[in-house]
């Protein structure tokens, strides 16, 4: 296995869980406060680091709202859903 084939496979995989939920923001949302935390979103996305929550989390509050959800999509910060 090249390195590229290696990262390459390893970015898909940490990428499939957060594709197949960035437009489906309630399924991320396991209590249904309206908001992601750190814990809810490492449950879809238990290989995420925590820079990628910080960088998401537009307005510091410890919280991803729908709108930074979206925002993190379109920014690249989290891979864009295909459906």
Known sequence: MTK???AATFALALS?????LAGEFSAMD?????YVTMSEFQQVVPDATAETF???DAN???ALSAEEVAAAVEAGV?????G
């Open 78 to 82: 989290l891979p864009a859903s295909d």
């Open 54 to 56: 910080t960088t998401a």
């Open 60 to 62: 510091s509050d410890g």
């Open 4 to 6: 590229e084939f290696g």
């Open 16 to 20: 499939l869980p957060v594709m197949a």
């Open 30 to 34: 396991a209590d249904g406060d309206g």
